[in-house]
């Protein structure tokens, strides 16, 4: 089992380095949108870290609904990555976010409807790494409690910050750019994909030292006895 | 109504990350027994008192109350169960009655007023009934926690730590009380770390340390020679 | 059923009972609550005038902040005593206990609410009296998914380290969308042009917002509160 998914682990870590190497090349061979030329893009990046952390909020929630109502240990080390990764690729959407708002349309933050998610989603899975660090033992299912509301929470988020802004209109900060032009749509196929093979290496590189931490603690125990 | 006679405690094991607070604990216990759960603090005496009383889960291993274990039990396990923390878990700010009457209410008992004055009298606090907690001594607060986990007539009473902070008298009146409720073919478990109190008092002792249990039955010696000899030999 | 409702009934008398004795949590959350909006006020009113939609924006916060204090202090009485363990220990299902702290909570908030309302007209010279109806409707549901959410939250960190501020860093970000639609409900309806459609949408999207997280919280206050 441990050599099968070393080898898959090595397999997709090649296939993930290929395919960000890849991606700058495919990027500069696409076409520029018409109104904000190479700012735009950032895109590439930036929507798919997006997916990713999406991906990685609904994997937390819902493996912490199967910790606290089965209590599956290997479910709350899976929320534990997927939190860890939500932050991450979170972080990396709302660096890119603000890059390109500030050189489209010269202000950092405009309360996209996403965006504001995506920054109250991040909050949410940063508590939850501080409750896990700082709440002390036991404090796994209250994370999971956490994690549960927060993914609940995606859909309020969205729809009140939404409404929200179509009453103070600002500029839209990420228009919809899914088949704008047909240069673009490899590219973003293969920055799409690039993340989500990275997202399972990051995934099965935390989650493996989750499973060794618990083999420690399991040795530990069955050695005072 | 449920209702068990023997509580069956079969390898339980209870882990937080690689901290043993519990390991493969077995023990049984019959109605009309008064035990005494020795050890030292933190040897894991408050974690098998909160597994028994439903409130935290094993890692491994079932609890057996009579035909029915802890985790499919269902709330009508906890009609048969009298849990007394250490802190009393009294509110200070209500008056003797208004405790017992809430508590009362709480465990669905009929006529909570008239339970609530019998089980004054028990306590011995009639008079002192409708006074606020807060002004109370410790012995006085003891037997009223006492009487507010026993209001629902309990098969199994769970102590934790009840001598700590009482004087003489006041221990006599909670040892005779507990013989009472032993008397009354209940399953009574103190947990505590004072075995010169619980000596003579207990039908049997057991020692908890380090998450293991181990029995203090024998006839050589007190309880507390029997006690520090096997404290003493695990160093 | 019967019984959920009455034990949570029991929860919320004995807590109303044990503070009508001090009066403590009532006076110093009001006292906290006031001192908010009379803080904001300096720093939101510029020559007699409030700053547009200020009023709106700190209400809610006056409402945020005084409930994250009610529910630490509610919580602190349970931990104190380890009474809440004693409560768990009752043959009813454990979320009924979860309500009746909640109902307890929901009618502390209510209370500072009026007070805050009335403090608000005054310092910012608001018009929060133009709706009244809706204006109770939008703080009801508002109120209600606030306390929802801290209930829950307040009494998963009873037993925890540092509770204190792990509290607001896990409830201001849930309650994000309570806070936008309580506040933008206001805003509709104070200004010179109300938009009561727009009350009405934020006040539904907040009875949703209660639906929902009720029911979460119902389904997970005992998994979360035994160990």
Redesign the interface.
Known sequence: MMAMSARLFSGLLAVAAIMFVGAPILIVGAPYESTMGLIQKIFYFHVPSWIAMFLAVFICGVSSAVY??R?KASADRLAATAAELAVLFGLMGLTTGPLWAIKAWGVWWQWDARLTMAL?LE??FI?YI??RA??????E??A???A???M??VP??Y???N??RT?HPTTDVLPNLSASAPGMFWPIVWCFLAFLVLFGVLLMARMRLEALRAR??AI??AL?? | MFDFERLTIDDVSR??????AL??VSLSLEQGELVGLLGPNGAGKSTLLGVLATLV?PSAGTVHYGDRTGVDGGLELRSQIGLLSHELQLYGELTARENLEFFAGLFDLSDPAARASEALERAGLTARGDDVVLGFSRGMRQRLALERALLHHPRLVLLDEPFTGLDEQSTQTLSDRLRALRDDRRIVLIATHDHDVVDGLVDRAVLID?GRLLSLDGSDGTLRERYRSAVGSRR | MRRFFQVAWLVMRKDLRVETRSWEMVSTTLFFAVSCVLVFSFAFVRGGRAIEGAASGILWIAVAFSGTLALGRAFERERYQDAMRALLMAPVERSAIYLGKLLGIVLLMATVEVVVVVAIVFTFRAPLFAYPGYLAALLATGTVGFAT?GT??AA??L????RGV?LP??L???T??VL??GV?GTVALMGADPNLD?AR??TA?LL??DA??LT?ALW?FE??MT?
């Open positions: 606290l109502f209590g109250i909050l949410i508590a501080m409750l700082y709440g002390g033992p036991g404090s299912k209250l999971a409690g956490l549960l509301f927060g609940a929470n309020f988020v729809i009140s910050v409404v929200w009453i420690i603690d530990h125990l005072e006895a | 882990f937080y990350g690689r901290r043993r390991s493969h889960s380090n | 959410v829950l939250f998963m960190l037993r925890t380290r540092s792990l860093i896990l201001y970000p849930v994000f969308p936008i639609a933008g727009l949408f934020w999207l949703f917002f929902v997280f979460l997970t998994p979360v160990e």
